[in-house]
Structure formats: C-alpha cells, structure tokens
C-alpha cells in the first residue's frame, strides 16, 4: 500500500511537467523552429523583467499582458540581479538575418531571454511566451492559478511573409471603436501586421473629413437596410455611424502599439454613392442620389471627366494620409461599371483629349492620378485587381481577389501583389457544405472551410524565382452585407484567422493541418477566455 501512495504522489507530482510540456507545441501560429527542453519555469510576485532604455517599453506591455490574470506586477529593473528568476529582454543587432519581426525565445528554470533585432520581434517573442502559459492567462480577471509555469524550451521564429493582412468592412454595418480595438488584439494574437480597414462604400462612409462636413451628416446615413439578399423588403431602421478623426487617431495609436499597420480604404472611382447623395456634383449625371440601401454595385459613380472629382479626392486624402501614418493608402478600384462614362460629354471628351482608347483606359488615367498624388506625399496606392484594366499605375501595388490571375499579371509586370482570392481568403463565405447550413448564420455563399484556408499558398506556381519576390503576402476579407454585429464578426473570422496566421507565418514545408488541428483545440480554449465567439471546431 505504501508503494501505491508513493508511485501516485510521483505520478501527481509529474503531471503538470507533462501538461506543460504538450503546451509547448500549441503556439498558433506555428513557430520556424520549437526545442522542448528539461524543466520549467515559474513566474511569481518576485520574478522581475530585465530591461534597458530601448526595451522599456515592451517590459511595461509585457506586465500589462501578464497582470490581470496573474493579480500581480513583476517588477521592472535594468539589473539582473543574482541572474535568477529573471525575464530578460533584449534587442541585439547581431540577429538581423531574423528580419525586424523576427525573435528568440530560451525558457530555462531561473531565467527566461526573449532577443530580437528590433522592437516588432521582441512583441512577437511576448505572444509566443504568453501563449507558453496557458489559456488561463487569457483572463481579464485574477485567474485562480495557484501558480504560473512556462515549459522550458528554445525557440527560434520569424514570419514567411512581410504582409499579414485582416479586412473589416465596417461600411455595411458600423461597428464601434471598442470591437475594432478587439478585432486589432485578435490580430496581434496570431502576429498578424496589417489591419485593412474598409471605411467608404455605397451604403455608408465612416471617417470625418473636416473640409467635407456633409459626409458624416449625410453620407454615413441611410435610412434603412433591405433584408437578406436583396428580398425587395426593407427593415425600415435607419442605420450608420462614423468615427471622428480623434477617434481613428486612437486606433492608429492601439494597433501601432501592437505593431499593427492599419492600411485605410476609400474607394474609388466606384462604390462611391454614399458620397454622392452629399454631394451630387460630382457624378455625371447631377442626382439626385440617396445612400444605398440594398447590396450590389451601383451604375453611379466618380464622374472621371469632373475636375472637382479630382480636387475633392485629393483633398480627402490629405486628410486620411494625416490620420494614417502607414505607407499604403488602399484605394479600392474594383467594381466600376463604364456605364455612365459611356454615356457622359465630359468623360467622352476626356477620352479624346488624353488620346485614351475607351472608358477602361480611362479607368486607368484616373488610377494613376491618384497614384501620382500618393506618390507625391509619400505614399504608396495599394488597390484590388480591377487597377490592372487599362494599365497599372506605375508605382500601384495589387490587391488580387477575383483568384490569382490578376496577382500573377502584376508580379509578372514588376509590381508588388497581395494575395487576397476569394476563393480562399473570403471570410463571409459559409465555413460548412451546404447541407450542413441550416444551424448557420446567413452568410455570402460559397464554401471555404478552416482546411481549405490552411491549404492556401500566397506565392503561385506560374511565378518564376524573381518574381516570386513580388508577393508581399496574404490577407482574408470579412464584408459584412449579412454581417450585422461584432459577434458575428467573431464568429465568421475565427477560427479561420488562425489557419490564416500559419499560411503567412509559417514555412509551406513545416505545415500540417493534423498537427495544426491538434494545437487549434488548445487555442481555442484561449479564445474562449478572451470572450470570443468562434466557429465550433468539428
């Protein structure tokens, strides 16, 4: 009997070793390089983070990512002491062929050492430590963890790609400053760098433009939504909002503090009737117009031949380009119907004086204008594949959704591309076959499971070596037509955000979709305690 209680004291004792050491293999998403190594480390009230001047400030994020689920504050210091008990971290130059978002990570029993050439890294090593923890660190209140273990381990990561996007349109149903700030935190969870935000559209534009006051008091308003898919019938509910320019400010702010880039939207020349019914003028026809209460692509847009068109929208993006710092401003470019430019004196006569073929040149000429502002200032035109038509814009980088075919055209001629297929990267499509649909939300259609997301590779095979370079990355879309809250949001982007994370973070050759599954169960229980509502794993 005596033997039993021992061997059952051993077997308890052993347990959480093993818990912890399984827990090193659930890092979403995957990292480059993962060593599980002897032993654990223990964080306590005691443990101190070792900082300098340069990493200060990722010391105080790393106590505030720690702290509520913990209840305490390890203390911040530039000495390390008796070098025990220590989180150490540290930029060094010397690991410059990781690239700027590149890290280490050594778990040894008295001290933890997160390195990085430059700040992006030395975040993402705090991701991947936090995740070391367990879901319940994920809390928002004291957890009741009588203590905290990281699984020793050595870790060497850094992402395939520079771009690793996630789209929110928030024109077809607004949402608040405070999801959008969830939606950024999801992000830099899954080390994901790119938050495109979809601000402007025919059913509602978000962002204050000072020297346009009737946008927000006109365009950011329609009165009423029509029902599913464009069934005839209406909700008769005004819907809209927008975010003040103190308010984008502030998000710029939050996700820059996760090394987040937010990439703006204003679209154009099409998708434009919101800003119509503002201000009619610049249309071809004169109007009268309402913002748009069904879904689709209207006939109404930017009259290319108006010279106020052009002064308008320059003087939109000095303000947009004030409010977002980052290098690319999206320009969107997609769904412009011709049919009032055929029909318009002052666009055909703008054909004949530019010596332009037809109205997709014309396309063209306007894109470019755009592009020589940008470029003017700064800035660099990013758009969605329809810029191609009537011949890319010289310094214009392609945004390729209607598949690939449009991403490999622009690689092939030089320009730089994001994958972005909705065949693949579509969050408003169903995540389930259709007989399967009947519990689900409605969503856009289509089919694009968590697997199928996994399976994408951004860099396609028609590119040779060279222009393989061209391919920034990946980024899934979220429209949301029949998206009508932040929940649903939740529900259609995750889990498939995190299958997303490892396409563009992880080298095509260590992927595997069982052992990511496998991960995914734990990570979901993160999820879970962050209060997010995702999609049920099968």
Not at 413 to 419: E, N
Not at 445 to 452: I, N, R
Request: charged share 25%; aromatic share 10%.
């Amino acid at each position: 009997m005596k033997h039993l209680i021992k061997l059952t004291i051993l077997v308890m004792a052993l347990i959480p070793l093993f818990a912890f050491s399984e827990n090193t293999g659930s890092i979403v998403p995957k990292p480059v390089r993962l060593q599980p190594k002897e032993g654990r480390f223990q964080i306590t009230d005691q443990t101190v983070i070792v900082v300098n001047t340069e990493t200060q400030s990722l010391g105080k994020r790393l106590q505030s990512m720690l702290s509520p689920a913990m209840g305490f504050d390890c203390r911040l210091t530039d000495q390390s002491g008796q070098n025990e008990n220590i989180i150490a971290l540290k930029l060094d130059k010397d690991l410059h062929h990781l690239g700027t978002e590149g890290y280490t990570l050594s778990v040894k029993p008295e001290k933890i050492v997160i390195q990085a050439p430059d700040e992006p890294g030395l975040f993402y090593g705090l991701v991947s430590l936090k995740q070391l923890l367990g879901p319940d660190i994920y809390r928002s209140q004291k957890a009741p963890s009588a203590a905290w273990y990281v699984p020793c381990v050595e870790i060497e990561d850094a992402p395939k790609f520079r771009w690793r996007g996630m789209h929110l349109d928030v024109c077809r149903h607004f949402m608040p400053v405070e999801f959008v700030k969830k939606y950024i935190d999801l992000l830099a969870l899954h080390k994901l760098n790119t938050f495109h935000w979809h601000l402007t559209e025919d059913q509602g534009w978000r962002v204050e433009i000072k020297k346009y006051p009737k946008l927000t008091e006109i365009s950011a308003w329609r009165k009423e939504t029509v029902i599913g898919r464009n069934s005839g019938q209406y909700d008769g509910t005004p819907h809209g909002g927008f975010y003040t320019q103190d308010q984008i400010r502030d998000v710029v702010e939050y996700a820059k503090q996760r090394y987040i880039t937010v990439v703006p939207e204003i679209e154009m020349p099409g998708h434009s009737v919101a800003v119509l019914a503002a201000y009619p003028q610049l249309s071809c026809t004169g109007g009268p117009f309402e913002v748009y209460t069904r879904w689709g692509v209207s006939d109404d847009v930017f009259c290319a031949g108006n010279d106020q068109v052009f002064e308008f929208l320059k003087d939109v993006l000095a303000e947009v380009m004030d409010l977002f710092p980052g290098e690319y401003i999206h320009i969107g470019g997609d769904e412009c119907p011709k049919t009032r430019w055929k029909d318009c004196p002052k666009c055909q006569k703008h054909i004949k004086a530019e010596g332009l073929k037809d109205e997709h040149e014309l396309q063209s000429w306007f894109i470019k204008q755009i592009d020589g502002f940008l470029t003017e200032h700064g800035r660099r035109l990013i758009g969605w594949d329809e810029i191609l038509e009537g011949g890319l814009a010289p310094g214009a980088t392609v945004m390729s959704w209607r598949g690939e075919d449009g991403g490999i055209k622009a690689a092939q001629a030089g320009h730089d591309v994001v994958m972005a297929p909705n065949s693949h990267m579509y969050f408003d499509h169903y995540q389930v076959p259709e007989n399967e649909r009947d519990a689900e939300p409605l969503a856009f259609g289509g089919f694009t499971s968590l697997e199928k997301v996994y399976g994408y590779n951004p860099v396609p095979a028609a590119l040779t070596q060279q222009q393989q370079k061209h391919i920034l990355g990946a980024q899934a879309q979220v429209w949301t037509e029949y998206i009508l809250d932040a929940s649903h949001v939740e529900y259609m982007a995750l889990p498939r955000m995190c299958a997303l994370a490892e396409v563009v973070w992880t080298p095509a050759e260590q992927k595997d979709y069982d052992d990511f599954y496998n991960r995914l169960e734990e990570h979901t229980r993160r999820l879970k305690m962050l209060d997010v509502n995702f999609h049920p794993l099968k």
